[in-house]
């Protein structure tokens, strides 16, 4: 299948930075067009000469204009951010396509895109016909797993260092941050926990919030961005109780990095990861990002489940699962999958 992709993506040191950068890597993504971000030093990741527009109306820019010209289709992780990009694309006859994120996804989309390629289960769930968005896309909507980089597996022999990444926190405090302390108060073994957070303030409020103090003796914190190559490279156990995710490229990283997840037993983590050591749910409740996205179930998890799996584990042999994790990175590495996201974008 010949032809040339291109993808507009949001030069951030988060999710949706790390999704082009990496597809741009791996020789998936021909050309880029860069949404403008507040740190510009992310902009090192792409090709010298990459364009960089603003997020407002960047459909009328000379810069998408000629991006237009050097592509037989264009990409979008999660949102096209102007709307009316992709309707300009289809009138120079490029062909659209969405990577959603089904959570992100508005009840009434503003344009439909010729693909949709859904990068889990749940956002398949919603996006096929008849599925639980509600409506029905014009269009081809498969589901294609997202690729991950098994260069950054290493053996990991015993659940003695443990690890969650904060991030920005997130919308809807996602990721279970808020969870993890809590049930840090009901932990009896003797572990550590690194929470890492990009942003200082924000976890450091939340800490006082949870124990009155920004600083407790079972948790090392860290705030401020780390090189992502050094995420998950010291630790052992990756403990995210994450409520409402479809696509997880933390869960995703981790797994294929050799450690020992420990998440929410929920779909569809718990079809792909093994169902040991999942975090039980108490119960979910309906949600929503805002009022005008779609609605999803986001899961309830009581801290004092978390600190249970928690003792469960520490101390425990890994190694079984660690080079099980190694396995089913070379099975969705970037190598085995490049050539199933070049024929789903170009055909």
């Not at 003695?160 to 997130?170: Q, T």
């Not at 420990?262 to 779909?267: C, F, G, I, L, N």
């Not at 699962?321 to 999958?337: K, P, T, V």
């Amino acid at each position: 299948m010949t032809g040339r992709i291109g993808a507009v993506g949001y030069a951030t040191a988060q999710g949706l930075g790390h999704l082009h950068r990496d597809f741009v890597a791996a020789g998936i993504v021909d050309e880029s067009l860069i949404i403008r971000h507040s740190r510009p030093a992310n902009l090192h990741w792409f090709p010298p000469g990459t364009p960089v527009v603003n997020p407002r109306n960047y459909s009328r820019s000379p810069e998408y204009d000629a991006f237009l010209g050097k592509v037989d289709v264009v990409l979008w992780f999660e949102t096209a951010w102007d709307w009316s990009a992709p309707v300009a694309a289809k009138q120079r006859g490029v062909k659209t396509a969405l990577c959603p994120m089904y959570e992100w996804t508005p009840r009434r989309p503003p344009c439909w895109f010729d693909k949709v390629l859904c990068p889990s289960a749940l956002d398949y769930d919603y996006f096929k016909p008849g599925g639980l968005a509600g409506f029905t896309m014009p269009c081809e909507v498969r589901a294609l797993a997202i690729p991950v980089d098994p260069s950054t597996w290493k053996l990991r022999t015993e659940a003695k260092r443990f690890l969650h990444n904060a991030g920005h926190i997130g919308h809807r405090e996602h990721k279970g941050t808020r969870q993890v302390l809590e049930a840090v108060r009901h932990v009896r073994s003797d572990l550590t926990l690194t929470v890492r957070a990009q942003h200082d303030s924000g976890i450091r409020q939340m800490m006082r919030e949870v124990f009155g103090s920004d600083s407790h003796p079972k948790i090392d914190l860290v705030a401020g961005e780390i090189p992502r190559e050094r995420l998950f490279a010291d630790h052992d156990v990756y403990v995210a109780p994450e409520k409402l995710n479809g696509l997880s490229l933390p869960l995703q990283e981790a797994r294929a990095a050799g450690m020992l997840v420990v998440t929410t037993d929920r779909y569809p983590a718990n079809q792909w990861l093994p169902d040991w050591p999942l975090i039980p749910v108490e119960k979910f409740e309906r949600a929503c990002i805002s009022s005008s996205y779609l609605e999803l179930d986001e899961a309830v998890v009581r801290p004092e489940a978390i600190a249970g799996v928690l003792d469960s584990v520490c101390g425990m042999d890994i190694r079984e699962y660690s080079e099980q994790g190694r396995a089913w990175a070379e099975a969705h590495s970037w190598a085995a999958l490049k050539d199933a996201w070049r024929e789903a974008l170009l055909a």
